[in-house]
């Protein structure tokens, strides 16, 4: 196994760095800690270093996880893949947060299947910064729509936006997309008191947390830098 002590360690280094940089408190970062193809023993030798967010894609091997670490009770886990519809009352179930909203239909789906005695569940909309075919999420004209129905939904709460930019080695590359998905989320929370209260930016990965951070992300998604290549990649 990668020495994750070390490299939680550096990660923790790179976000005091860039937060330290525009003047914003590591504090209000968010370490999300991506461990889709990685063991239950190494999310829970994380754990053991104080990680409590942890980012799963594939839902039957985040259920298998969950069970294994049924122990640690106060972990939180963040859906951060693609959701079909079938999957939605298991995901509502299991799940703290939901970060690849793009879909009045699984919003829906989520909100009815969300059990009563949880807390609401809470949302980002993937917004598709880049405009990429490939790649799924709204686009930039549609997020202000989708945000004022999925408000209306009793058993969710909406947070914010997440992007997955393309992916760009130069720093100022890459602070392009993040600036843009800042601009609008600005742009949401003033567009309704409703949406005031919006406070999250899920933005940055292993490869661009510095430029994320310094354009305001409130959360990094990384997942190699802390557990190494995963193991078993899909
Ligand atoms: C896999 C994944 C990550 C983590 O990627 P790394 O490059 O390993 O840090 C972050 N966000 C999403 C949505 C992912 O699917």
């Known amino acids: 196994m990668p020495n994750i002590i070390d490299n939680l360690c550096r990660v923790h280094q790179q976000i005091d760095n860039a937060a330290n940089k525009t003047g914003r408190h590591p504090r209000d970062i968010t370490?999300?800690?991506?461990?889709k193809g990685q063991s239950s023993t190494a999310i829970r030798e994380a754990y053991r270093q104080g990680q409590r967010h942890f980012g799963e894609n594939y839902l039957q091997e985040a259920l298998d996880k969950q069970q294994q670490l049924a122990d640690l009770t106060d972990i939180h886990w963040h859906f951060i893949g693609p959701i079909q519809s079938n999957k939605?009352?298991?995901?509502?179930?299991?799940?703290?947060?939901?970060?690849?909203?793009?879909r009045m239909k699984i919003a829906e789906r989520l909100?009815?299947?969300?059990?009563?005695?949880?807390?609401?569940?809470?949302?980002?909309?993937?917004?598709?910064?880049?405009?990429?075919?490939?790649?799924?999420?709204?686009?930039a004209h549609q997020v202000e729509n989708l945000a004022q129905a999925i408000i209306k939904l009793p058993n969710l709460k909406l947070r914010g936006l997440m992007a997955i930019p393309?992916?760009?080695?130069?720093?100022?590359?890459?602070?392009?997309?993040?600036?843009?998905?800042?601009?609008?989320?600005?742009?949401?929370?003033?567009?309704?008191?409703?949406?005031?209260?919006?406070d999250t930016l899920s933005m940055g990965m292993s490869g661009d947390i510095e430029a994320a951070i310094i354009e305001g992300s409130t959360l990094v998604r990384v997942g190699s830098a802390i557990f190494g290549p995963r193991q078993h990649p899909r």
């Open 166 to 198: 393309e992916s760009r080695q130069a720093i100022s590359e890459q602070k392009k997309s993040f600036a843009g998905l800042a601009k609008l989320l600005a742009n949401l929370q003033s567009s309704s008191p409703q949406l005031s209260t919006l």
């Open 88 to 102: 939605t009352r298991k995901v509502a179930e299991s799940f703290d947060w939901v970060h690849s909203i793009d």
């Open 31 to 35: 370490l999300l800690a991506v461990s």
């Open 111 to 139: 909100s009815a299947y969300r059990p009563d005695n949880n807390a609401p569940l809470n949302i980002c909309l993937q917004v598709n910064i880049d405009s990429e075919e490939s790649k799924s999420g709204l686009h």
